[in-house]
């Protein structure tokens, strides 16, 4: 029983081309399980979320991440009497755009593209939901519905919306997506910043004792310490951080819940016409979780050994690109012919688009290896 402002299936803005509805599938499960096949998802698995993937096998992955947002994103859909199925497609959809490397990746493949347009990984996921994807005869991209889509394009300038068509129009008239965007948007949140405090103690870059400076992992850790005393290791971390979890989603359903109460919009329409989200935490909660972001930045993300690796992995996008840009002949033959004829049509913008889509599709080890090859004399090519 879904609430009368959640997306219904039935009340679809459908698809970008037209095709018959599914058999004994929803229109937004066709979504999903047209996501979980691609490529690009598969790909995900050896793309970093903070630790290149070569340097363990327990940290978390781009796959890995959006499992997990998919699970707090279900739980708060179901919560709140939203669509699951949709929340969920748009989950795992999310990061489908990421470069290797996380936000290292993503930096320095947008400093390559700053005269090219740049690169937000969040329109490439869109890119490539809509246009990279080769799976059908009729169609480029999986062609989505209208509300899976919307919900991947989280933010997008001005100048991108104008050219986005159905998708950037809310950008211009600055009204908000479906309720099920809004919450997987804030399950990407919760999963990256508890999930990294995690990642960061295995790693040994904090230890459990100090991140419970910050009040949110403080009040966990000290009632966890309070009812087993005797434990320790991991199990102390992961009993700290599933109660962190658990206390967020708990507030962000709360919380919505009393904003829709008060808003009482009557459908979907009258949820995107608004000028703020209505699915948000508590303010006590946000400030919580904000002191808990700083902390990661100041203690992980800016930690020595991660910088180390985020300088060589910038150097190894860079020098694609580059390389790449002054020799597409270099390029695998699919994208060497796209390269060549977007150069003719287009300028040395549309043979760089190209170059950067070859790249952001990258996984972690197959960038390594294909720099390897480029550089490396004595590596085969």
């Known amino acids: 029983m879904l609430a009368p402002y959640a997306a219904h299936d039935e009340r679809s803005r459908g698809r970008r ?3 018959p509805p599914p058999h ?3 229109e937004f499960q066709r979504d999903r399980d047209r996501i979980i096949h691609c490529n690009a998802f598969r790909r995900l698995a050896y793309k970093t979320q903070v630790f290149v993937n070569h340097e363990g096998d327990l940290y978390r992955t781009r796959v890995t991440h959006s499992i997990e947002v998919a699970q707090i994103g279900r739980t708060i859909a179901a919560a709140l009497a ?13 990061d489908l755009g990421h470069t290797p490397f996380g936000h290292a990746g993503q930096e320095a493949l947008n400093a390559c ?3 090219f347009g740049g690169f937000e990984h969040n329109l490439q996921s869109l890119r490539t939901v809509d246009e990279l994807e080769e799976r059908y005869a009729l169609f480029s991209g999986l062609n989505l519905t209208f509300e899976c889509r919307e919900g991947i394009l989280k933010h997008c300038s001005l100048t991108k919306a104008q050219q986005l068509g159905d998708v950037g129009e809310r950008f211009l008239q600055r009204h908000q997506p479906s309720l099920e965007a809004q919450l997987a948007n804030l399950a990407d949140e919760i999963a990256y910043n508890n999930h990294d405090i995690d990642d960061g103690i295995r790693a040994g870059l904090i230890t459990l004792e100090a991140a419970a400076e910050v009040p949110l992992v403080q009040r966990h850790h000290d009632e966890v310490r309070k009812l087993y005393p005797e434990l320790a290791g991991r199990r102390r971390v992961h009993e700290t951080v599933r109660r962190m979890v658990n206390s967020l989603v708990v507030d962000v359903i709360q919380s919505s819940s009393e904003r829709l109460r008060a808003a009482q919009p009557a459908d979907i329409e009258q949820v995107r016409a608004r000028a703020q989200p209505l699915i948000a935490m508590s303010d006590a909660m946000h400030a919580q979780n904000v002191e808990l972001k700083q902390f990661l930045r100041e203690h992980v993300y800016r930690h020595h050994r991660v910088l180390r690796m985020t300088t060589k992995a910038q150097r190894v996008i860079t020098q694609l690109f580059e390389t790449l840009m002054e020799n597409p002949k270099l390029l695998p033959d699919e994208y060497r012919d796209h390269a060549l004829q977007a150069r003719q049509r287009d300028g040395d913008g549309g043979g760089a688009r190209i170059v950067c889509d070859y790249i952001a599709g990258m996984t972690d080890r197959y960038a390594i290896l294909e720099h390897q090859r480029l550089f490396d004399p004595a590596e085969r090519t």
């Open 17 to 19: 081309y037209p095709e």
């Open 24 to 26: 004994y599938r929803t």
């Open 82 to 94: 939203l669509n699951e199925t949709l929340t969920e497609a748009i989950a795992l959809a999310h």
């Open 113 to 115: 593209m700053r005269d």
